[in-house]
């Protein structure tokens, strides 16, 4: 695996919040996808509950999704100059007790403070490695807040700052609703394994899943996957499966299987809202991987239409999208490949070359500041953020570290208890076999081969 890579230095000049800002003063050409994002994320937290403006807007949040509290009025009054003090000096007096993770996605304003930055795994891993602090901020979103739970040392507490932030795409497959399909499929294939040792089905989930389906995963023989080592797992998968069950993200699922040499016509969708998933049982007989109806609305607003239009305002410009993308746009890109094989790809390049990318716009601007020898730019050229990894504000990230300071970092007079807020922990019953389906990704041989070159993807965790 890639290890994270440790902050010392971000451009705050090109920060999306930044771009936001300007573009809502009319200070600078360009659109947003909402007028709200210019609001501060604790104006939603009481309000109607959604994912926040941004990319999820227009998702449905499930009944019981995490909500957050009033955040205390002297971090919503504090100016960003007043908020980087309190952070940095709660910071360094809490020293090696705690760990601040920071996701590719996440916005600069909060990542210029992270120890590691990376995708959610690599920071899952990364909270391992430091099972010396007490605690373990994650500035990302639920489900990684829930996996740095499963794979961080006993004791160590997980906090994620913002607990509205959660991920659209995660809360697409619930556990009732998987094993209510699971249940059909059972009805459907039985339980028996063929003349070959292969049961029916096999369970996969993408790592962006709750920790209940990662422990579903685990109890039904599956597995989990991330972005990087999709192909390997699936490989894994169909020896042991006939067929498998691909959740939440159809596009990760469909664009994999495809570069395998999966036929479309063997990937069916499974709606979780229609009997048997909207199939017919004949139209599952030959079905090799089952699709869950969900996707992510930050890589589904990639079109082909902007790769067309990229490659005519920017000829020889390398298109490389992830596989979150929707497999037309996968297909019309010259590459595909997570958020690791995308910063690599452009670490990698030659000096003056030139990139449209297709993933989450705080991860590209990033880049572009940080690689100013390219012209690095986002496909999509309406500014529209995750709305979840938006609901994290530097203003959260003060009032954890402070409560875990036990005071106002600012004023030591003020004294008070230490204290862990926000804590997310995954429940003993669930975080065994989740514990086993990721143990089961990690032993997991990378394929001998990268599949789909062009477009190409990468392999390994
Ligand atoms: S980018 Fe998509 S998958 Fe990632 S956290 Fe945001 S909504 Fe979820």
New binding site residues.
């Given amino acids: 695996m890639t290890t994270t890579s440790n902050i010392t230095d971000t451009s705050m000049t090109a920060s999306v919040d930044r771009t936001i800002r300007l573009i809502g003063a009319g200070q600078t050409t360009g659109s947003t996808c909402s007028p709200d994002l210019v609001k501060a994320p604790w104006e939603l937290d009481g309000g109607t509950p959604g994912y926040g403006p941004g ?2 807007m227009g998702d449905v949040l499930p009944t019981g999704a995490p909500r957050q509290g009033e955040l205390p009025a002297r971090y919503r009054a504090a100016s960003a100059r007043e908020l980087d003090a309190r952070i940095r000096a709660a910071k360094a007096t809490l020293g090696d007790r705690v760990v601040v993770l920071g996701h590719f ?1 996440q916005r600069d304003e909060v990542v210029q403070y992270a120890d590691f930055v990376g995708d959610s795994f690599q920071l899952a891993q990364a909270a391992r490695s430091k099972s010396d602090a007490e605690a373990i901020v994650f500035c ?2 639920h489900f990684m807040a829930e996996t740095a739970d499963l794979l961080s040392a006993p004791g160590q507490a997980v906090i994620l700052p913002n607990l509205a932030a959660g ?4 809360d697409m497959a619930d556990i009732d609703s998987v094993t209510e399909c699971w249940e059909q499929l059972e009805e459907l294939y039985g339980t028996e394994p063929d003349a070959d040792g292969r049961v029916p089905v096999i369970p996969v989930t993408y790592m ?1 899943s709750s920790a209940a389906l990662k422990g579903f995963c685990g109890e039904h023989g599956g597995i989990v996957c991330t972005s990087s080592n999709a192909a390997s797992v699936l490989e894994w998968a169909f020896e042991r499966g006939q067929r498998v069950l691909f959740f939440p ?1 159809q596009h990760l699922g469909r664009n994999t299987a495809k570069a395998m040499g999966v036929p479309l016509e063997q990937m069916p969708m499974w709606n979780p809202r229609k009997p048997l998933g909207g199939n017919t049982p004949e139209g599952l007989d030959d079905a090799r991987v089952i699709l869950w109806h969900g996707f ?4 589904k607003r990639f079109t082909v239409d902007q790769i067309e239009q990229a490659r005519i305002d920017h000829p020889g410009v390398r298109v490389i999208v992830h596989p ?1 993308c929707p497999m037309p746009v996968v297909d019309a890109a010259d590459e595909y490949g997570s958020t690791d094989y995308i910063t690599k790809a452009i670490a990698a390049a030659p000096a003056g070359s030139s990139f449209a990318i297709g993933t ?1 716009i705080n991860l590209v601007q990033r880049l572009a500041a940080q690689y100013p020898q390219h012209t690095i730019f986002c496909l999509d050229p309406v500014v529209c953020p ?4 938006y609901r994290i504000h530097p203003g959260y990230l003060a009032w954890v570290l402070e409560a875990l300071v036990g005071g106002d970092a600012l004023d030591a007079g003020a004294d008070r208890p230490s204290e862990v807020l926000n804590r997310v922990t995954v429940g003993a019953d669930v975080a065994e076999p989740a514990r086993l389906a990721l143990e089961r990704m990690l032993a997991a041989k990378p394929r001998s081969e990268p599949v789909g070159v062009p477009p190409a993807t990468v392999d390994g965790v």
């Fill in positions: 990319s999820s996605y990302g979103v991920c659209s795409m995660a962006n993200d992510c609305s930050v890589h979150e989450e995750c709305s979840t990894m």
